[in-house]
């Protein structure tokens, strides 16, 4: 057999702070490595494996697409796209209307930053600390962590950041050039930081107010995460453009930024190749018909709460707080975070950081109750 780490070694840019297994293999909330050892993934490719590893109903899309039509160019109309399209806008919130489809993350946020200085002819935004928002220039300007980015500035001028969760400093960064807010309701990198209804109604009235676009980040809460198809219904408000991605196509990269109908731009202002290409489509159309079909916002709630309770129970001595929402939870510890993560992985139980002291679980959300049940074994064993 190769050596599959040495080969990477040599070959891959190392930006990555690299976990010392190959992954071969994986099927719902199982991974398997390249030695044959079995894993029980809370981490869904940090929240991409939303339906499972390897989805049956999106791997028989893409393997049908594959064989039908893989590019076409956007100048040209795309059955697979219209009824992408369509399936997106049944799930989506009812004031979003118009989307820009994309490969990532971060190029959503790109083109949010653009469709927001385009249609306010304003300049400025607003962020949050401890916010993540992607790594290219745009996305990462409005990044709140310093070491992401100081070896790169000068990045794009005009963002500044706020405490999250706390409305009069954000009303005071305010200003007349504001062209837009853009937060998380629930900080995922940041540390499983889950925002205050209240503050998201103030904050939407004051972009109201001031004429602000407000731009809600749900790369990573979105489809079904904290248990409801976008985390935005728990806040009872409404965003003017709203960032997509990691699982809106059962883990092929797709993203994808919903507009309200005051978004404005025009023909040939933006663009993308690779944007909305059938396979990501086909994948889309099939990974959101999974996720309707089984109700998951409402297995990601039920299994979330489940999951906390039982580990509530345990009363473990090394835990500070456990946040909760959906299958979107961290378990704030007393200590550094990163030997619990290596000691569960060598337990069969792959787990995620979230700053230095969060312990990170996002599941599939297909994952059964059996491997909850083990999972808290395994993280009792641990934190105890
Ligand atoms: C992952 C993530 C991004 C960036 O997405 P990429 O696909 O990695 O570019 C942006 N915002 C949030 C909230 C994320 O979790």
Redesign the pocket.
């Known amino acids: 057999m190769k050596d599959f780490k040495a080969l990477q070694q040599q070959y891959e840019i190392d930006v990555y702070p690299m976990r010392d297994v190959v992954f071969v293999k994986g099927k719902n909330s199982r991974l398997w490595d390249d030695k044959g050892n079995e894993y029980i993934d809370l981490s869904s490719g940090?929240?991409v494996a939303n339906i499972g590893h390897s989805n049956e109903k999106v791997a028989q899309a893409i393997a049908e697409q594959a064989r039908t039509l893989i590019t076409c160019a956007n100048t040209f109309y795309n059955d697979k796209k219209a009824l992408f399209l369509e399936k997106l806008f049944s799930v989506a919130p009812k004031n979003l209307k118009k989307a820009f489809l994309t490969?990532?993350?971060?190029?959503?946020?790109e083109a949010a930053i653009k469709f927001a200085r385009f249609t306010t002819k304003k300049k400025n935004f607003i962020a949050a600390m401890k916010?993540?928002?992607?790594?290219?220039m745009g996305?990462l300007s409005a990044?709140f962590k310093k070491e992401y980015r100081e070896a790169f500035e000068p990045l794009v001028p005009g963002f500044s950041f706020v405490p999250y969760n706390n409305f009069e400093k954000l009303a005071e960064a305010v200003d007349d050039d504001t062209a837009g807010i853009i937060l998380?309701v629930v900080?995922?990198?940041g540390g499983i930081n889950i925002g205050d209804r209240e503050y998201f109604q103030k904050v939407r009235e004051l972009c109201d107010e001031k004429n602000i676009l407000l731009i809600i980040?749900?790369?990573?809460?979105g489809f079904c995460r904290t248990g409801k198809m976008f985390a935005i219904e728990h806040y009872g408000i409404e965003a003017d453009m709203m960032?997509l991605?990691?699982s809106i196509a059962g883990g092929f990269?797709m993203?994808a930024l919903l507009c309200s109908g005051k978004i404005q731009i025009e023909r040939g202002k933006h663009g993308s190749t690779f944007g909305g290409n059938p396979l990501a489509c086909a994948a889309g159309i099939a990974a959101i018909d999974f996720m309707v079909e089984y109700k998951l916002w409402e297995e990601s709630a039920a299994k979330g709460k489940y999951f906390r309770e039982k580990l509530e129970a345990r009363q473990l001595s090394k835990v500070r707080e456990i946040r909760q929402i959906g299958l979107m939870i961290g378990i704030e510890l007393k200590e550094k975070v990163q030997p619990y993560i290596v000691e569960l992985l060598s337990l069969g139980v792959v787990t995620l950081p979230a700053g230095t002291t969060v312990l990170r679980l996002l599941p599939p959300l297909t994952i059964d109750y059996a491997d909850l049940d083990a999972a808290v074994e395994k993280i009792t064993a641990v934190l105890a």
């Open positions: 940090i929240s490969n990532s993350g971060a190029e959503a946020v916010g993540f928002h992607g790594r290219t996305a990044t998380e900080q995922g990198e980040d749900e790369i990573q809460t960032t991605a990691k990269p993203g």
